[in-house]
């Protein structure tokens, strides 16, 4: 039954994000033994696993990258030299709803419009779509595919079927950043949370072993629902960017639009205390971050924050100039100023800062991006390798649309994997380089069986 208030179809054929690289994927597929250039180290055995918005049905009402879309994980598992692929929707009950139905039935969630009882029945009347399309993180037995600020699905590591929606033992009860941080040291995997309504900003911690160690626990000195969407995290400290992109409830309510820039507000820096004890509060100008390498403590406890700053969150402020990324390193000083230096010097647009995950909040030397290259594909379409020892920075350009960078170690050889997407032919690849010689280019390439849309987060998972 269609509601007669139902949202209009959206202009595919126009959309930028749901044509091209972008557009949906709707086959599920598993494939072995795929066709390998170069050589899969023999002892290389794991999955490099991928999230991304991927539109179930065509959307109805309206389409925001990336808010809208559901989730769709591809897994990349490696071992005995082969390849094999697999991929799935993240079936929350709205997918399910959708897919009995042949249709979209939930509308973009900048739309206000819900669907109804005749619709849905009573249990899904009136909810919002559920978004866990933006990152994949497994922790202590539990492999999440991740929301913004919502709790994650459970899937199973074997076939990537959707398990159950989780609050992690609580500490996830109010929701979750889609970019938790686990330290390798204690095993803890550490969130935040935003919300709308008071309290604006919790903190959670769980255990090694998937029990909460502290349930959302809330950041005092927040008075404004504030976008924050990834974190960095220290052995001391949680680092929180909180940049001036505010809820606007009110205009969102009368037609204007739910996120606010308020560059008067300027940046604040919030250290929060592992231990518990006060959150630091430091400030600085306004400017934007979707995304943060890594942090730690120096000796003289200060600490240094390597992340992608943009002048001003694109499409949310008529700001004049143009809106650009560096990779910059910040000193924070927990009592004074912060100060900050540009690391990246020619990649132009980067984003997705990555590093060897075993040394979240410790010093790190390397950090991959992807960024523009030469050219005028409009896609980002090279890997940039910045050496923070050396001072130095490389580049891989393949001549496709290419993603996020995952760090694999290898007892061969450690890798850098990424998923690629040649724009002309449509076909997908898995590239692996060298971590000691990425610019070289390749060492194995593996042909992706269906056409892999450009999205967002991932993570390599050992077997
Ligand atoms: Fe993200």
Redesign the pocket.
């Known amino acids: 039954m269609t509601s007669p208030t139902r949202p209009a179809p959206v202009d595919l054929a126009h959309h930028s994000h749901l044509t091209g690289v972008y557009a949906p994927q709707r086959t599920e597929v598993d494939v072995d033994d795929l066709p390998v250039t170069g050589s899969l180290p023999e002892s290389l055995r794991g999955s490099y696993l991928r999230n991304g918005p991927n539109p179930r049905f065509d959307p109805i009402g309206s389409y925001v990258y990336p808010l809208d879309g559901d989730g769709m994980v591809h897994a990349i598992s490696l071992a005995d030299g082969k390849a094999a692929y697999r991929n799935r929707f993240v079936r929350t009950p709205m997918v399910i709803a959708e897919e009995a139905a042949g249709q979209a039935i939930w509308s973009g969630i900048t739309d206000g419009h819900t669907p109804s009882v005749a619709e849905v029945g009573p249990d899904l009347a009136g909810t919002v779509r559920e978004l866990p399309d ?2 994949i993180v497994s922790h202590a037995g539990r492999l999440m595919a991740m929301a913004e600020a919502d709790r994650p699905y459970l899937l199973a590591p074997a076939d990537l079927a959707t398990l159950a929606r989780t609050d992690c033992d609580g500490a996830m009860r109010v929701g979750s950043t ?2 938790p941080k686990i330290d390798p040291v204690t095993g803890e995997l550490v969130l935040f949370n935003y919300g709308l309504e008071a309290p604006f900003l919790t903190w959670s911690v769980i255990g090694p072993d998937g029990s909460a160690v502290r349930t959302p626990t809330p950041v005092e000195g927040l008075d404004t629902p504030t976008m924050i ?2 974190m960095a995290l220290t052995e001391r400290y949680i680092v929180l960017f909180i940049c001036p992109l505010r809820f606007d409830l009110v205009a969102a309510m009368t037609g204007g639009s739910l996120l606010s820039w308020r560059p008067d507000d300027g940046t604040r820096i919030a250290l929060i205390p592992r231990d518990g004890g006060p959150v630091r509060w430091l400030t600085m100008d306004p400017i934007w971050v ?2 943060f390498a890594n942090a730690f403590d120096n000796p003289d406890g200060s600490v240094t924050v390597d992340y992608v700053e943009w002048t001003y969150p694109n499409g949310f402020t008529d700001d004049p100039r143009r809106d650009t990324s560096a990779l910059v390193r910040a000193r924070l000083d927990p009592n004074g100023p912060v100060t900050r230096t540009t690391i990246s010097e020619k990649a132009v647009n980067l984003e997705f800062p990555r590093v060897d995950d075993r040394l979240l909040t410790r010093d790190h030397h390397r950090v991959a991006t992807v960024a523009k290259g030469p050219g005028d594909s409009g896609d980002l379409d090279s890997l940039w390798f910045h050496d923070l020892q050396a001072g130095t920075e490389t580049c891989w350009t393949p001549g496709v649309a290419i993603g996020e960078p995952i760090f694999i170690p290898s007892a061969d050889g450690d890798l850098w994997g990424a998923i690629g997407t040649d724009p002309e032919s449509m076909r997908s690849r898995f590239y692996l380089l060298a971590a000691d010689d990425p610019a070289a280019g390749p060492v194995a390439t593996v042909d992706l069986p269906i056409r892999v849309p450009a999205g ?2 991932g993570a390599w998972l050992p077997a």
Do not use: T, V
């Open positions: 933006i990152n889609a970019h969407h990834d979707w995304h967002l987060h």
